[in-house]
T-cell receptor
Framework: EDQVTQSPEALRLQEGESSSLNCSYTVSGLRGLFWYRQDPGKGPEFLFTLYSAGEEKEKERLKATLTKKESFLHITAPKPEDSATYLCAVQADQTGANNLFFGTGTRLTVIP | GAVVSQHPSRVICKSGTSVKIECRSLDFQATTMFWYRQFPKQSLMLMATSNEGSKATYEQGVEKDKFLINHASLTLSTLTVTSAHPEDSSFYIC?????????????FGPGTRLLVL
């Protein structure tokens, strides 16, 4: 059974304190792994797509990496505006086009 | 990224009434749209996949007669919650399948918060 597990469930960081969020997955054939940011009461905002182990993507203070079992979202010197819930989702080979299976997210709070 | 809108953003209705939620892709044609439901502090749960011009594909446990989906054009999909009950109160989010560069992804709408009294 396909599974996506994110940890930690919640993370509080001081401004400037770098850290990483984890997304572990088990799927029968990974087509893609996606990271989204979701602010309270809003829809998810696309951040990155990773397709193969060893791949890395960067955007401002965020860097996503992928292995065969997990993905990390590294946050370097976070700012209060980075506070949000970060969602990981996987797209498996056997599912329909574009179907995504989401983890429960990591709720990040960056304290000034 | 692509822009997806939803209307209304919030709706309050009485138990037993029906509510229609619209999802529009504003700057691209989406052959596939998705409807999700999100309960407080939980992740997004896919309800159904909507393909333009054909019947929607519902996930296990989602009643197709209760959650009616219409995808009549490449830019519009609607979700109608029929005979809504308090347990249907949730955050409903649509997304449209698209491409970011060479990569397939989903672009999400801002969500519709439904409260059934």
């Amino acid at each position: 059974e396909d599974q996506v597990t994110q940890s930690p469930e919640a993370l509080r960081l001081q401004e400037g304190e770098s850290s990483s969020l984890n997304c572990s997955y088990t799927v029968s054939g990974l087509r893609g792994l996606f990271w989204y940011r979701q602010d309270p009461g809003k829809g998810p905002e696309f951040l990155f797509t990773l397709y193969s182990a060893g791949e890395e993507k960067e955007k401002e203070r965020l860097k996503a990496t992928l292995t065969k079992k997990e993905s990390f979202l590294h946050i370097t010197a976070p700012k209060p505006e980075d506070s949000a819930t970060y969602l990981c989702a996987v797209q498996a080979d056997q599912t329909g086009a574009n179907n995504l299976f989401f983890g429960t997210g990591t709720r990040l709070t960056v304290i000034p | 990224g692509a822009v997806v809108s939803q209307h209304p953003s919030r709706v309050i209705c009485k138990s037993g009434t029906s509510v229609k939620i619209e999802c529009r892709s504003l700057d691209f044609q989406a052959t596939t749209m998705f409807w999700y439901r999100q309960f407080p502090k939980q992740s997004l749960m896919l309800m159904a996949t909507s393909n333009e011009g054909s019947k929607a594909t519902y996930e296990q446990g989602v009643e197709k007669d209760k959650f009616l989906i219409n995808h009549a054009s490449l830019t519009l999909s609607t979700l109608t919650v029929t005979s809504a009950h308090p347990e249907d109160s949730s955050f409903y989010i649509c997304s449209a399948g698209g491409t970011s560069g060479k990569q397939e992804t989903q672009y999400f709408g801002p969500g519709t918060r439904l409260l059934v009294l």
